[in-house]
């Protein structure tokens, strides 16, 4: 080959790994569908536009935040209230975020930034798994799994406002149960991919007992919050006990 | 085809205090070397994060516990966990999940 001195090796598993990106996202992609569709069907009966739709898809990017916005502009909340009540909901981020920055340490903020913007609970719990077998993760690699998600997410959501005309109830087909199915296959490959499965389970048991109970007497947002900080330090302790 | 005031700016806000938790950690820990006990604290967060999402997903519904009798998702979600166990396969735990909540709902 006469180009074969221009590729680099580094080049060529750097493409491999963007593609390789792409196709780890592929599972969670039927998630991203249903609710991405649900978010639609749900924005377009708030009274939002086409356009306010791919804008909110597109610059949110975040279910339940566009759920919740959806919501309360219906009810014709103030821009402000709304703006607060999705920032309390998405602080979850700052745990995500800085579980994941260990794997990154090898790229400059601005490249970090890149990679954040687009993180969500479903990249999030890919990705997590992907960084149980190594030490860091590629950076093409996670572009790759984000991207994929994200154009998912602004097609689904698009798909649900056209449609949303006429399909009215797609709860009769189970589609709204992708979210939880996926959330349970995350937890559970995330556990199997570990060395400390006891622990594991023992701090997930906890977590869902406090999220679930505080949930109940707060909000979920904070009930999540809650639930990972003290079932995560729980998992801390127990460990330095052994 | 308009996009109202009201509604870009809701956007515009919502997604600025979206995008600052998401990429704040990212930017600043990844320049610190995060202590020995951190790293072990970070290590149990994905699995409170999702255990948690999970347990409100199935058990919590509008602020209140569903009923057991009438959890559908929760009797849906069993299968979903055995098939991800066993198989280790995203996408086949998603599939069990929807066509078990489809045929759950469509015979309580």
Known sequence: ????????PGEQAGQESFLRGVKDCLPTLLGYLSIGFAAGVVEKTAGLSIAEIALLSAVLYAGSAQFIAAG?????????????TIFFVNLRHLLLSAALSPYFRHLSPFRNMLIGSLLTDET??????????????SE??????????????????????????????P????????????????LVLTILSRKSLRRDIAVGLAAAVIAVGVS?????SVGVIAATLAASTFGMVVERWK | MEVRSYVLMVIVGAAAVTFIPRVLPLMVLSRFRIPDWGMRWLHYVPVSIMAALVA???LVKDGSLIPL????????????????????????????????????RMLL
């Open chain 1, 140 to 169: 093409k690699w996670m572009h790759g799994l984000n991207l994929t998600a994200y154009l998912n997410w602004i097609a689904a959501n698009l798909a649900g406002a056209f449609l949303g005309q006429w399909i009215s109830d």
């Open chain 1, 124 to 137: 999030f719990g890919v990705a997590i798994n992907e960084a149980a077998s190594r030490k860091r993760i």
């Open chain 1, 216 to 220: 109940l007497i707060a909000s979920p």
């Open chain 1, 1 to 8: 080959m006469q180009t074969a001195g221009m590729d680099t």
């Open chain 2, 56 to 58: 409100q997903e199935l």
């Open chain 2, 69 to 104: 009798s009438r959890n559908t998702g929760l009797w849906a979600a069993l299968p979903a966990f055995w098939v991800a166990a066993k198989t280790r396969s995203l996408l086949a735990a998603v599939i069990t999940g929807i066509v078990c909540a489809m045929v759950l």
């Open chain 1, 72 to 84: 309360m502009m219906a009810l014709n909340s103030s821009a402000l209230s709304i703006i607060v």
């Open chain 1, 171 to 186: 709860e009769r087909f189970g589609l709204d149960f992708a979210l939880p199915a996926m959330f349970v296959g995350l």
